[in-house]
């Protein structure tokens, strides 16, 4: 039999990494927020967000201003944070309607075996899609 030699690969000596640079982003300045309460929900809003809320009911069209009066917490970004009881009076935030839309089917089945009972509906929630400019 022929004997094999193994030929030595010259290793590496561990060394001590230098720490790493950080990836993370750095923390951004506080800035002023709101939570708002609209149809049956509660939202977490700043100047600027886009925001998809339930129809209101009325006459609205793309490009009208909004006003939600239901301001459940105000914080200005600094130190100061007021809460309602349960909403904060004089206090409102402004937004402006940008689409009117609805969302994607969602298939509604209802099914009984062995009773040819089969119903399907679909339904599309209607909603609006709101940009945020101020909060006072």
Known sequence: MAEKTATKKPVK?????APKASTKAPKAAKTEFAVIATGGKQYRVSPGDMLKIEKIIGEYKEGDTIVFDKVLLVDDGAENATIGTPF????SVSSTL?????????????YKQKSRYFKKNGHRQPYFEVQIDSIK
């Open 13 to 17: 000596k561990a060394t001590k990494a």
């Open 88 to 91: 904060i009076s004089g206090a």
């Open 98 to 110: 940008k689409k009117i839309s609805r969302y994607k089917t969602i298939d509604v089945i209802k």
